[in-house]
């Protein structure tokens, strides 16, 4: 006779994103039996620029999807700073980065997690969860496929699904109980080959006060841009089409070749992420046998840099915790413990480096003088060397998920 345990415990997770891949490789290798459901009738691909730190290195190292990744950076690439008037500066390289991230695509991580996915888990799409139910023996779900809706039994329920998630909203509560808006909009998306004038490895950022141009190089892939916003009126901005409000954001002064161009292409392309920036705050992460891992639970925005290596991580140690306890409530509990302080952290980073990417007047103008520092040799050489001991390149770095 088999019994449940043998057939390893069932659990329902909730998003085909990177958390949700990489909690149901997690979950296999600890021996449960995960069905991942997601909304979308079929896979993602593309998307745009995101970094892997070792943070996310070591997870996916574990998890068994480094060997399915590549660094993409253009090493052999410069980034400049532009101005809309036609003026190039040199700006701040990759290797100004602190840590030692990997460049890539976001598809890349949701491709090498999918392909590190055993065979037989179970994967159902255009499905959602409608209700959720828990008692001290396992959670029942209702999940609707298109009209039809079916009632299921788990062990464990993960919503991986996302900043607006809706497991954490039938289990934990409303959105305004959990989402800080930071009060800046992005548009973020592919082009499909280099921008204007600008060397296919070289990138650059066009900052002006309180909005911003990136566009992110590759070494083997086409570039990706990104603008960015600050709003003090985020719900206004879902008013009107996306290109519309991005260019009213740059206001109506000539725009200049580059910005020109990269405003066309947003108009251009038909695969664009368009979102405000916003962070979710919780107490805890799970109840009973539900748990939210990925930017479901902690989001910690793109100015982090880290929602990819944390969902990495959260998924690799979730696994392990759940192989090493029995009992779920104390799985769980570790779990989170060990976590917390990390995206504690990274949370206060993705609050602080929007000085980076969406810089305000006082703000560009320390960068411009930070950027003439680098220019000089022994500025240059104190700059480096504080880089190199740098706390937030440490602490993406390191491997929060060990077990
Ligand atoms: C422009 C940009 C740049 C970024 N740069 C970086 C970076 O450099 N480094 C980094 O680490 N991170 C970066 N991030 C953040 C990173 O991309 C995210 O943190 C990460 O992808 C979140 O993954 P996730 O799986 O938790 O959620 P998501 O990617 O949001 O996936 C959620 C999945 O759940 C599905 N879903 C939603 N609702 C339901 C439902 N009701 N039922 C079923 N399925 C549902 C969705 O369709 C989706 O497939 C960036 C983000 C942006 C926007």
């Not at 994967?123 to 959670?139: F, H, K, L, M």
């Not at 206004?236 to 089409?241: G, I, K, L, Y």
């Not at 290109?243 to 038909?270: I, S």
């Amino acid at each position: 006779m088999t019994t449940d345990r043998d057939e390893g415990r069932r659990a329902l997770v909730v998003g085909l994103g990177i958390s949700g891949i990489g909690t149901a490789v997690a979950l296999a290798r600890a021996g449960w039996r995960p069905v991942l459901i997601e909304k979308a009738s079929g896979r993602r691909s593309g998307g745009y620029f995101v970094g892997l730190f070792g943070a996310g290195k070591s997870a996916a190292e574990r998890l068994g999807l480094l060997k399915n990744l590549h660094d993409r950076t253009a090493f052999d690439g410069v980034t400049y700073d532009l101005d809309r008037f036609g003026e190039w500066r040199g700006g701040l390289g990759f290797k100004d980065i602190p840590g030692d991230p990997w460049m890539m695509l976001r598809g890349d991580v949701e491709q090498a997690a999918f392909e590190a996915l055993p065979a037989d888990v179970e994967i159902r799409y255009g499905t959602v969860p409608t209700a959720i139910e828990q008692d001290s023996n396992g959670v029942t779900v209702t999940l609707k496929t298109g009209g039809t809706a079916v009632t299921e039994r788990f062990d464990l329920v993960v919503g991986a699904d996302g900043l607006r998630s809706t497991v954490r909203r039938l289990a934990f509560g409303p959105d305004e109980r959990y989402l800080r808006r930071l009060n800046y909009m992005i548009a973020a998306f592919q082009l499909p080959g280099g921008l204007d004038t600008l060397p296919l490895h070289d990138g650059c950022t066009l900052l002006e006060p309180d909005r911003s141009l990136w566009v992110f190089p590759f070494v083997d892939h086409a570039p990706t841009v990104l603008f960015g916003y600050r709003t003090d009126d985020v719900d206004a901005e879902f008013s009107e089409p996306p290109a519309v409000r991005v260019r009213k954001a740059f206001g109506p002064e000539p725009t200049g070749d580059m910005l020109g161009a990269a405003l066309e292409a947003l108009e251009a392309t038909d695969e664009l992420l368009f979102d405000s920036v916003e962070q979710v705050h919780m107490n805890t992460w799970h109840k009973g046998r539900v748990v939210l891992v990925g930017d479901s639970a902690w989001c910690v925005t793109l100015y982090a840099g880290m929602g990819v290596s944390a969902g990495l991580a959260g998924a690799d140690l979730l696994g392990s915790m759940l192989g090493r306890h029995e009992n779920v409530d104390r799985a769980l509990t570790e779990w989170e413990r060990r976590l917390r302080p990390y995206l504690n952290y990274y949370q206060q980073l993705g609050v602080q480096q929007t000085a980076i990417f969406t810089p305000n007047r006082k703000q560009i103008t320390v960068r411009r003088a930070m950027m003439r520092g680098m220019r000089m040799p022994v500025t240059s050489t104190l700059l480096r060397i504080m880089r190199t001991h740098n706390k937030s390149g440490r602490m993406k770095e390191f491997d929060i998920a060990r077990a």
